[in-house]
């Protein structure tokens, strides 16, 4: 699998060894409204884009480390993924973006969180 993550307001990308994790939800949109007397009304709508985490491993720190400050720039990214298409998207980090060693401290991991986005 070979997966790439690249800016689209630079020249910035990044290729990990692998996409360890790949999470992903889409929160509903309904509103519900309660009637006066009884009763509930629903004003449907549809579901929010994709969002959650990708979990990327890289052979060094240094590759993880330049990773995670990508990462942490104000752009929008896109993943593309030569065995998976329907990961492929554009997103916006979300919440955190973290790094961490694995057990065997071999490797590295950085995890960020994402929301879909259509611009």
Known sequence: ????????????KTSPLHMLGYQAS???QNIFHDILGGGQDVTLRPAALRSGVLRLLYASEPAAAAALAM??????????DTD???VSM?????????????????????SVGYREVTA
């Open 71 to 80: 990462l942490a720039r104000q752009a929008v990214f896109t993943v593309a």
């Open 84 to 86: 998976v298409a329907s």
């Open 90 to 110: 554009r997103f916006a980090v979300s919440g955190t973006v973290a790094i961490e060693q694995d057990d065997d401290r071999a490797l590295w991991l950085v």
């Open 26 to 28: 889409r929160e509903a």
């Open 1 to 12: 699998m070979s997966t790439t993550i690249a800016s689209t307001s630079s020249t910035d």
